[in-house]
């Protein structure tokens, strides 16, 4: 599977940026979808997940209520709206999809885990000026 994740830019602190994950040639429907984040010098964090129908979402804290995570299974594209943006929120976004792991399962006690993803996206810069 191979994920594409776009939308990213330059924004400035409470301004707002949509991020859309798509692949070619699979449906996402099947994957439960995480965004992760690397801002420079830093670990790559898990910032949100939405389960494969869309009904579940995760959050870290740090963007509770300023991001919200969704999906269009017809369009097969994931998407993370990213509101309030903040210098810290600057990275590269990286979108990962899991395939199996959701059918065994709770989402929220694995999403966090880079390990528990089976494809990676190639990022996309986001950069929040102050």
């Known amino acids: 599977v191979q994920l594409q994740a776009s939308g990213g830019g330059l924004v400035q602190a409470g301004g707002s940026v949509r991020l859309s994950c798509t692949a070619s040639g699979h449906t996402l429907g099947y994957y439960t979808i995480g965004w992760f984040r690397q801002a420079p010098g830093k670990e790559r964090e898990g910032v949100s997940c939405i389960s494969s129908s869309g009904d579940s979402t995760y959050y870290t804290d740090s963007v509770k209520g300023r991001f919200t995570a969704s999906r269009d299974n017809a369009k097969n594209t994931v998407y993370l709206q990213m509101n309030s943006l903040k210098p810290e929120d600057t990275a590269v976004y990286y979108c990962?999809?899991?395939?199996?792991?959701?059918?065994?399962?709770?989402?929220?006690?694995?999403?966090?885990?880079?390990?528990?993803?089976?494809?990676w996206g190639q990022g996309t810069q986001v950069t929040v000026s102050s």
């Open positions: 990962a999809a899991d395939r199996y792991r959701w059918t065994y399962y709770n989402i929220a006690d694995y999403w966090t885990h880079q390990q528990n993803y089976d494809y």
